[in-house]
């Protein structure tokens, strides 16, 4: 397992099971995971300063598993995406862009939690399925410029929409 976590440490290189990843002190810090396997961001990230891009990428077998919130410009998730909060996880985009905000090039499921997508001005895409048949999300919400989904959404409750619009209004 590859965990980007919020303790600083020395990183040591190439990422070794348990490796800490801290951002600079100050701006903000891009971030590219390319590890096979997992990788686990177990605590929030970019919750006092927002971190730059976060890539993961997309090799054979590769995860990515995120437990907390997570702040960032952008997001482009290149693995398959397993959201496992105890409580609703938001994942934030702060781009500019309108065509690029939060991407899962493989989908994401997260069985039994919530998902809160924010990309205001951004395009959220999702290339796979949101959820599955087996695994829904408790609820969905998604809040952005633009939304493509490649795939189907699953959830057991609420699945809230706020697209085409700067608004938190759904």
């Given at each position: 397992t590859n965990t980007v976590d919020d303790d600083p440490r020395t990183l040591p290189s190439p990422l070794t099971d348990g490796?800490?990843?801290?951002?600079?002190?100050?701006?903000?810090?891009?971030?590219?995971?390319?590890?096979?396997?997992?990788?686990?961001?177990n605590a929030a990230v970019g919750q006092t300063s927002r971190?730059?891009?976060v890539?993961?990428?997309?090799?054979?077998?590769?995860?990515t598993t995120v437990r907390a919130n997570f702040s960032a410009t952008k997001m482009d998730f290149g693995?398959?995406?397993?959201?496992?909060?105890?409580?609703?996880?938001?994942l934030n985009a702060s781009t500019s862009s309108t065509t690029e905000g939060i991407r899962f090039r493989q989908g994401l499921t997260g069985p039994g939690d919530?998902?809160?997508?924010?990309?205001?001005?951004?395009?959220?895409?999702?290339?796979?399925n949101?959820?599955?048949?087996?695994?829904?999300?408790?609820?969905?919400?998604?809040?952005g410029r633009n939304m493509i989904l490649g795939g189907n959404v699953f959830a057991e409750g609420d699945i809230s929409l706020a697209i085409g619009t700067s608004s938190n209004d759904t």
């Open positions: 490796a800490i990843v801290s951002a600079a002190s100050t701006g903000e810090s891009n971030l590219t995971a390319n590890v096979s396997g997992l990788t686990l961001f971190v730059g891009d890539t993961t990428d997309a090799g054979a077998g590769s995860t693995d398959a995406v397993l959201i496992d909060g105890s409580t609703p996880v938001t919530t998902i809160v997508l924010s990309a205001p001005n951004a395009t959220i895409i999702s290339n796979g949101v959820g599955s048949s087996t695994d829904r999300f408790a609820a969905i919400s998604v809040h």
